[in-house]
């Protein structure tokens, strides 16, 4: 079974975003579970949208405790607890960010992925008056990173579940995909 | 512009609320204006989730969260308890949303106003069930998008007079106010708070969220509602002698439709229903204000 | 699709004429996707915006006795202010169809799951469902309608707030021709008709009172009966089996693992998980009113002992399915030492390890007599 877990703020689209890697699982045959953290949802607060997928029925109804991945749209975020609850030896994680970031993460994580996620919603003018919408970006480049769903599907996907702009949010997820970066611990 | 009120906050910072929200503007002005004597009881919606979570509040006042609707009723038997306990100096403020006040309050409210029990009730007004995810309220003003009246089928009622209903209890003093204006607010507050029975405070909170504008347009939007008559500025006193407040020139309701994302399904032919309705309650509201003349703009 | 997905979607098939909600968290994506569907083509129904619950009930009472099919959705505090009126739907024998999404009961303010409040409503002569999937709470909405409408009395379809009305997954859609024919128009044999009428409700002399609620038990206890041949019907035209009460478990299990709600899914995984070392099984209890005293015997069949994990508590008393279960166990062949355990209160998560850790425990513990053990964090 694979843990995934989209970390953003109020408002940037994490739970969309849970919703269309949920359905890219789902159309490779695997049995799918999405749902978002719960609690006061603030534009502007941390929220969290989580993923299981499984070859067989997923019965189990509780958090995840130790994802397999954590894709963080705000690298603001990156301390905060409500993001590094539950890292262990086997999260591997991807983060918006346009500085190169290295060492100076509280946590060792397995594989550590980097995309500019913003610069890529920004020019395709996928923004809001508060953010810019890079969670179409941020799936493609988890489809880059982690190699679990093929990028046409999500693409396709992309273009059926987003509500407007379809083809800019189609383009984001594939210039992530193409340009999301492994960092290494050296 | 007056400052002396300025000294004391009676709310901390650091709020749940979403970045722009009006009504944490104007609970900040009503209690630094109320002061210390003053207890707080607060219903289910945003006002009572922006105070906080345990073990944080936002309030340095007595605060009590009571079930939704009872918000009028619970403060009511409070000033009771402190009267009889000879603490009748202990102000008691109801704070409670358009959800919890006219509609699934509005019968203990209306309890309360009229037995004229000896409370200030403020109903900060979002026009819909914000906390609850923008579901309509019958506060929702007619032609708004929300998540119970989605496009095709947008809120085909006009929004609740509910100052009429209140000023029909003939309670001592009920007012309508805007966070836009804080003087205006605050000075309204200040005289409720001289006042002895039911006292009714209707103040318009604009809302980023569920309006759909950008968070820092807050005040402006207040101000176009009040401008073009949306939402008028006014006193009532013994629910029969009304008097206007100064706003500004009046402006187009488009000015104000146009500038919201929850309006924006109306189409060229309701603009001018909506102008009509609120030009008929405006000359409504100023000949109850002035029965002896004709008209006035 | 989300569990309150599934709901809105198994009461637009339902085809109800009236529907009154009002929104609390976390029933709200309910009364905003029925708002929707009212709205198009696709569902003929008046969707009355009503300000409280006790409104929504309220219209749902007078919705039903016009002969309309009705339905509501509500969660803790609304189910709560809906208590009165809840007596009054069972009372006047009407086949109202209410979905709950179980939250815990303030105060203080609490948005997590658990059971209270609809446990609290056990005795008002409202049927109760409990279920742990999404396709099950799709499938139970449809049955409800049906056994509602043949045994004469309200049910409450309760599904867990957030842990199933939020969490998405795969849910199987029923042809909306296929519901039809399972589900055809109401035919309300009793209602307030100009052609035929009636006074209904009027006050009552002590005996007519008792008989009348000598009758809801009865009643009660034929909806057994009717609950599973709805169930066998459903199961010929959907190719899903529903029962009363539910076992899951590997050949030589004796410990068993009693609980409703999308818990009983943890345990499965738990016992998926530990294969069959550890031998336990699950006994997932659907039906909590009427009490499925007699399938809950058969199923405790072949176990030595049982932990019921309660995601409720009766205060002063303990958890309310070990009080029922244990009365139903009493001086029978099947009463077996019974561990009652309160867990998950207020939506405090339960995972697989605290189930470990629980039934290593119970598997010590010689004397089962105590009140109630509440479940380690």
């Given at each position: 079974m694979i843990e995934v877990k989209i970390s953003g703020r109020g408002g940037q689209g994490a739970v969309l975003a849970s919703q269309i890697l949920a359905a890219a699982f789902f159309e490779t045959g695997m049995w799918v579970q999405s749902f978002p953290s719960f609690g006061a949802e603030r534009r502007g607060a941390p929220v969290s949208a989580f993923l299981r997928a499984d070859r067989d029925e997923i019965t189990l109804r509780c958090g995840v405790q130790h994802p397999d991945w954590i894709v963080l749209f705000d690298p603001s975020m990156l301390d905060n607890p409500l993001v590094t609850g539950g890292v262990s030896e086997k999260t591997s994680i991807v983060i918006n960010c346009f500085q190169p970031i290295s060492n100076v993460l509280p946590f060792h994580y397995r594989n550590l992925f980097q995309v500019d996620a913003t610069a890529i919603a920004e020019g395709l003018n996928l923004k809001t008056t508060s953010f810019s919408i890079v969670n179409t970006a941020m799936v493609g480049a988890f489809a880059g990173a982690s190699g679990l769903v093929e990028i046409n599907r999500l693409v396709k996907i992309i273009r059926d579940l987003v509500p407007i702009k379809k083809e800019e949010n189609a383009a984001a997820a594939r210039h992530a995909y193409e340009s999301v970066q492994e960092i290494s611990d050296d | 512009m007056e400052t002396a009120h300025l000294e004391d906050e009676f709310v901390y910072p650091g709020s749940f609320s979403c970045p722009g929200c009006g009504l944490t503007i104007a609970f900040r002005h009503v209690v630094k204006t109320l002061g210390k004597n003053t207890v707080v009881i607060t219903t289910a919606g945003c006002g009572s989730v922006?105070?906080?979570?345990?073990?944080?509040?936002?309030?340095?006042?007595?605060?009590?969260?009571?079930?939704?609707?009872?918000?009028?009723?619970?403060?009511?038997?409070?000033?009771?308890?402190?009267?009889?306990?000879?603490?009748?100096?202990?102000?008691?403020?109801?704070?409670?949303?358009?959800?919890?006040?006219?509609?699934?309050?509005?019968?203990?409210?209306?309890?309360?106003?009229?037995?004229?029990?000896?409370?200030?009730?403020?109903?900060?007004?979002?026009?819909?069930?914000?906390?609850?995810?923008?579901?309509?309220?019958?506060?929702?003003?007619?032609g708004s998008w929300t998540t119970t009246t989605p496009a095709g089928a947008p809120e085909d009622r006009s929004k609740k007079d509910i100052v009429g209903i209140m000023a029909a209890h003939c309670?001592?003093?009920?007012?309508?106010?805007?966070?836009?204006?804080?003087?205006?607010?605050?000075?309204?507050?200040?005289?409720?708070?001289?006042?002895?029975?039911?006292?009714?405070?209707?103040?318009?909170?604009?809302?980023?969220?569920?309006?759909?504008?950008?968070?820092?347009?807050?005040?402006?939007?207040?101000?176009?509602?009040?401008?073009?008559?949306?939402?008028?500025?006014?006193?009532?006193?013994?629910?029969?002698?009304?008097?206007l407040s100064p706003m500004g020139e009046k402006i187009p309701v488009n000015d104000y439709l146009s500038a919201q994302g929850r309006f924006k399904t109306l189409g060229a032919g309701d603009?001018?229903?909506i102008q009509g309705e609120i030009d008929k309650r405006w000359s409504e509201l100023i000949a109850l204000a002035c029965p002896e003349e004709e008209s006035g703009s | 699709m989300t569990g309150n997905e599934a709901?809105?979607?198994?009461?637009?098939?339902?085809?109800?004429?009236?529907?009154?909600?009002?929104?609390?968290t976390p029933q709200t994506s309910i009364a905003e996707k029925l708002a929707v569907y009212a709205s198009g083509e696709k569902m003929h129904t008046r969707y009355l915006k009503v300000e409280s619950e006790t409104s929504a009930l309220a219209a749902c009472i007078g919705g039903s006795l016009s002969g309309a099919r009705v339905f509501t959705a509500t969660s803790s505090q609304g189910l709560a202010l809906m208590h009165e009126l809840l007596h009054w739907s069972a009372g006047a024998r009407l086949p109202?169809?209410?979905?709950?999404?179980?939250?815990?009961?303030?105060?203080?303010?609490?948005?997590?799951?658990?059971?209270?409040?609809?446990?609290?409503?056990?005795?008002t002569g409202c049927l109760q469902i409990y279920c742990e999937t999404g396709q099950e709470v799709l499938d139970t909405v449809l049955i409800a309608f049906k056994l509602a409408e043949a045994v004469l009395l309200p049910i409450i379809v309760c599904m867990d707030g957030f842990l199933l009305s939020h969490y998405s997954e795969p849910v199987e859609i029923p042809e909306q021709k296929e519901v039809n024919r399972f589900l055809p128009h109401r035919r309300a044999r009793y209602k307030l008709d100009p052609r035929h009428p009636c006074t209904f409700g009027g006050g009552v002399n002590s005996e007519v009172f008792s008989q009348l609620r000598q009758q809801m038990q009865e009643d009660m206890d034929a909806a057994l009966t009717r609950f599973d041949s709805i169930c066998q019907q459903f199961d010929r035209q959907f190719g899903r089996r529903y029962r009363q009460v539910e076992v899951y478990k590997n050949g030589d299990a004796d410990l068993a693992l009693i609980t409703n709600g999308t818990m009983a899914g943890t345990v499965k995984a738990y016992i998926r998980q530990c294969g069959s070392n550890k031998k336990v099984g699950l006994v997932k209890m659907r039906l909590f009113r009427p009490f499925p005293a007699v399938q809950l015997r058969k199923a405790i069949k072949g176990f030595k002992k049982a932990i019921v994990i309660d995601r409720n508590l009766s205060p002063g008393s303990g958890g309310i399915f070990s009080q029922e279960i244990k009365s139903a166990l009493y001086a029978t062949d099947e009463q077996i030492p019974l561990v009652s355990v309160i867990g998950g209160l207020g939506g405090v998560d339960v995972f697989p390890e605290h189930l470990d850790r629980l039934v290593d425990r119970v598997r010590l513990q010689q004397d089962t007599r105590s009140e109630c053990v509440w479940m380690e964090a």
């Open positions: - | 922006v105070a906080g979570y345990y073990p944080a509040t936002t309030s340095k006042l007595p605060f009590f969260h009571c079930s939704f609707g009872t918000a009028a009723a619970t403060a009511s038997g409070l000033k009771a308890g402190y009267e009889m306990l000879g603490k009748e100096n202990i102000q008691v403020l109801a704070w409670a949303g358009d959800g919890g006040t006219f509609d699934i309050g509005l019968q203990s409210l209306s309890g309360a106003a009229e037995r004229n029990d000896d409370i200030i009730y403020v109903c900060y007004d979002n026009e819909a069930y914000m906390n609850t995810g923008v579901q309509r309220s019958s506060s929702t003003p007619l309670i001592p003093y009920i007012a309508t106010a805007c966070v836009s204006y804080p003087e205006d607010l605050v000075a309204k507050i200040r005289k409720a708070k001289k006042i002895k029975g039911f006292r009714f405070i209707h103040i318009l909170t604009p809302c980023p969220t569920g309006w759909l504008f950008a968070a820092k347009d807050s005040i402006r939007l207040g101000r176009l509602a009040v401008l073009s008559r949306v939402f008028s500025l006014f006193e009532v006193f013994g629910g029969k002698e009304y008097r603009y001018p229903v | 709901a809105a979607l198994a009461a637009r098939l339902a085809n109800p004429q009236v529907v009154a909600a009002y929104p609390i109202i169809v209410l979905v709950n999404v179980n939250r815990s009961m303030a105060a203080p303010w609490s948005l997590g799951v658990d059971h209270n409040d609809s446990l609290s409503q056990r005795d």
